[in-house]
């Protein structure tokens, strides 16, 4: 008895060891120079002593007793771009000797959360996870914390905005000075099921009903259209025996619904051209006057095309938010969804995917027509021009001037934004972090191998597909121009509410897009037409 | 004297709710008046300075080289701009299509879910109120709605109308994906939660009449409804005003439900004016916009309750 009372302390006490020792050890430091840090559930990430900088070593708690509030969209330990922030912070609390507060907000809530903080001064938060589209109500307020010092002193973790795109540098700064830490990378590209159209049967079944081969992937959306129609009501997939649609779409007001259709409609009203000027490559406002071009024809066309390929999916995704549709195209209920980088990693979650290996990606496709807004005449073409994005929010850490702390908080934002940790963090989906920068992007493009993102359990072919599409999408000659204006949330929160309506079958594209455009004009009156213009032609790049 | 020191410890006594009724009715109210004929602008002018760093016993705190620290102060300058736009803010109401919608989907929310719940409580205020088998336990069950918070309630609901694999989705009824239906929605959850507070004040309002009034009016009486359109409701007309104006001014503000239920979607068939107003104030910014449209709200709320206690005035008398 006293044997197994002896043998019962020792054991108890080699496991409050062992507990201790995993708790206090989330950084290994080695002789020659190697660091690993190490997450709560083992997961291990390899950088070096230069890689943190000069701040961090052995025995330094340089921010010993400071604490850090840090704001992000709710998705718990496990979600989207909340997620990491709780990977990192023992890691981080380690490192400094600080204490950091994840304040979780609901997406609805906290540009509003944010907001009240900064215009009443309180202080309350030193960081936010911000949307690129919320700069222009914080920047030129003089709310935003500039971090470009920082980033050349050495001392803080190394990461550069080089690893980035143009189109996704431009998104972290502000009339040439850094505020946004690298962190997530927004584009939508197109998601498609690769058995289902490679499946000979379904594609003799096509050629017979539409009179031509069924092109894989879809070069045009009016190609797209007539395939998500063809499949559409028909049980195409193994994984139920219900019949299965054409295209899912996230279409709830308030829950990001708009991305849609600026991704969708970019090709149907961009006038392509080599330079940007009152014609060419415009898309939301007319850069000598600021009147609103989102009900131009190509912009109607586009919404009746979006109403079109609607009716291809479940009527319910009008109530739908990203998780249920993501979460539908990923029990294999749809050919298409075009979304977020979210959905290709989402894919390879076996635990929530039953497409893994199946799930290819592209470019999203064209239209065969656009709108000239020089000539204001449609012009339909044979080879429509691909039109990249940086639709979403391309989420990341924004530095608060209220901040007593702004060194500590760099350096957690920049601990996240090293080379490792940003591989790592794309190749986990429910990270939320969508890859973007070269280092993610596979040789020869970029830097990674394919056997770093096969180790992280992708499908070859998968992955192959997703990375050469978010490359394609980020390096495009034409673009869609992104909004970084003050009220660019209230912009959009109008357009959102119209578009509602125009898919819920309350009023037509025009009317929507007509009353958004007659909005568009109040608000812009408000804010003041002049400054708007300064900030609109300083954003998308009109000289 | 005496009447001096009475007087005296009457203000006293007054004072706590004078000052909480100042802090928390009357100065928001001056405030948002105030604000609507303003536009508000606030911006900051910052600029920044190196500063040795400091432990907490004042001494310098040294790098890893034995350098010493240095940390960024941030001089803050918080400039507010208030420029009197007069009633501008009041005039965009009249022209406003939001509003106007905003306007409409409230209305018909108050038209159809105020009475509904009135006539729902009254009916089972009567049923209640017989020999019932279980009636405490029934009861007890009956008022559970009431004690849930409006916002779980809409969550609660957000899945039960769930379309696709949803307890209901077998119905093929769009609940959330049409505008008609989601007003419907909405109109529902408001519905299931408030009628047990309709249902309890009318009970306690039946149990309150005299037995011997309703033994005496029994006899005279030959049917049911006689019984009830000549002696129930018109001793239950003074509860069914007050129950009748406090749900209409609660119905008013309808908020919580479609902002969890609908996010006021889809497009704006379940945008009330008060989701109108806080999209306006806390999303937009817009604060004196958001004020005129609190404002306009009320005095509609004020008008009503007027007219009511009007009313409740006469059936009193």
């Known amino acids: 008895m006293k044997l197994f009372k002896s043998l019962g302390l020792f054991v108890s006490a080699c496991l409050t060891c062992g507990i201790a020792t995993a708790a206090d050890h989330h950084v290994k430091w080695h002789d020659d120079g190697k660091v690993d840090l190490v997450m709560e559930d083992g997961t291990t990430i390899s950088t070096t002593r230069e890689e943190l900088g000069s701040l961090f070593g052995p025995d330094q708690k340089p921010f010993d007793g400071v604490s850090i509030s840090v704001t992000v969209n709710s998705g718990g330990p496990k979600g989207g771009i909340s997620g990491p922030l709780y990977s990192f912070r023992p890691i981080w609390e380690e490192l400094t000797g600080g204490k950091l507060e994840i304040v979780e907000l609901p997406f609805g809530e906290h540009y509003t959360k944010m907001m009240l903080d900064l215009r009443n001064g309180t202080g309350q938060y030193d960081a936010f996870m911000v949307g690129a589209f919320w700069y222009g109500d914080i920047v030129p307020n003089g709310y935003a914390f500039p971090i470009d010092d920082f980033m050349t002193t050495g001392e803080y973790p190394q990461w550069t905005y080089d690893s980035m795109p143009q189109s996704l540098k431009t998104l972290h700064t502000w009339e040439g000075v850094g505020y946004g830490v690298l962190n997530d990378g927004d584009g939508q590209v197109l998601y498609y099921r690769r058995d289902a159209l490679a499946n000979p049967e379904w594609r003799a079944q096509f050629k017979k009903e539409y009179g031509y081969s069924m092109p894989v992937p879809p070069k045009t959306w009016q190609q797209m259209l007539d395939i998500s129609n063809f499949f559409n009501g028909k049980n195409w997939d193994s994984n139920d025996p219900d019949p299965d649609s054409g295209t899912v779409l996230h279409l709830k007001v308030g829950e990001q619904g708009h991305y849609h259709f600026q991704s969708l409609s970019a090709s149907f009203a961009i006038t392509p051209g080599p330079e940007l000027d009152q014609y060419h490559n415009v898309y939301w406002f007319d850069p000598t006057n600021m009147k609103p071009l989102i009900n131009s024809p190509g912009h109607v066309a586009a919404l009746e095309f979006l109403q079109e390929l609607h009716k291809t999916g479940p009527s319910a995704q009008v109530g739908w938010s990203l998780g249920e549709a993501w979460d539908y195209f990923l029990r294999g209920k749809s050919v298409f969804v075009f979304s977020w980088g979210d959905v290709g990693s989402l894919c390879q979650d076996t635990s929530r995917s039953k497409i893994q290996g199946v799930c290819a990606s592209s470019i999203l496709p064209s239209s065969d027509t656009y709108y000239d807004h020089e000539t204001k005449k449609f012009v339909k073409t044979t080879n429509p021009v691909k039109v990249g994005n940086t639709t979403g929010g391309s989420w990341h850490g924004v530095i608060s001037n209220y901040s007593a702390n702004p060194e500590a908080t760099y350096s957690l934002l920049s601990l996240m934004a090293i080379k490792p940790a940003s591989i790592w963090l794309a190749q986990n989906g429910w990270t939320g972090v969508d890859p973007g920068f070269t280092y993610q992007f596979l040789e020869p493009q970029g830097e990674a191998g394919l056997g770093d993102y096969l180790d992280a359990g992708w499908a070859e072919a998968d992955v192959k597909d997703y990375l050469k599409a978010y490359y394609e999408t980020f390096f495009a000659d034409t673009f869609l121009p992104y909004l970084r204006i003050p009220g660019s949330f209230e912009y959009w929160d109008i357009l959102d509410k119209n578009l509602s309506a125009t898919m819920s079958g309350e009023i037509s594209a025009k009317q929507a897009l007509d009353s958004t455009a007659k909005t568009w004009e109040q608000i812009t009156d408000r804010l003041g037409r002049d400054q708007q213009l300064g900030y609109y032609q300083s954003a998308i790049g009109y000289k | ?317």
Request: proline residues 6%.
């Open chain 2, 1 to 317: 004297m005496k009447t001096h020191r009475n007087t005296k410890a009457r203000f006293v006594f007054l004072l706590p709710a004078a000052i909480w009724v100042l802090t928390f009715t009357i100065f928001p109210l001056v405030y948002s008046l105030y604000i609507s004929v303003h536009k508000v602008e606030t911006k900051m002018n910052v600029s920044r300075e190196k500063v040795p760093m400091l432990d907490a016993s004042g001494n310098p705190v040294l790098d890893a080289k034995g350098n010493p620290r240095t940390k960024i102060k941030i001089n803050r300058e918080k400039i507010s701009t208030w420029t009197n736009i007069g009633f501008t803010n009041f005039k965009r109401l009249v022209d406003d299509p939001q509003v106007h919608s905003a306007i409409k989907v409230t209305s018909i929310f108050v038209l159809v879910a105020v009475p509904s719940q009135l006539v729902l409580g009254i009916l089972l205020a009567l049923l209640f109120n017989q020999r019932l088998w279980a009636r405490s336990f029934l009861r007890a069950v009956m008022l559970l709605p009431i004690f849930a918070t409006p916002l779980a309630v809409g969550y609660l609901f957000f899945t039960i109308f769930y379309e696709e694999g949803g307890p209901l989705g077998f119905l093929g009824v769009p609940f959330l994906s049409n505008p008609d239906w989601a007003l419907f929605s909405v109109i529902l959850v408001d519905i299931w939660q408030w009628t047990p507070f309709c249902f309890l004040v009318f009970l306690a309002a039946l149990q309150g009449i005299p037995n011997e009034l309703m033994e005496a009016a029994k006899m005279e009486s030959k049917s049911k409804w006689g019984l009830f359109a000549n002696i129930i409701f018109p001793m239950l007309t003074p509860t069914i005003v007050i129950v009748l104006l406090l749900r209409l001014a609660e119905a008013i503000k309808l908020f919580d439900i479609p902002f969890a239920l609908t996010g006021g979607g889809p497009g704006v068939a379940t945008q009330s004016m008060s989701f109108l107003a806080f999209r306006t104030g806390l999303r937009y910014f817009d604060l004196g916009y958001a004020s005129a449209m609190s404002y306009c709200l009320l005095i509609i709320v004020m008008i009503i309750v007027t007219l009511f206690f009007r009313k409740l005035r006469q059936s009193y008398a």
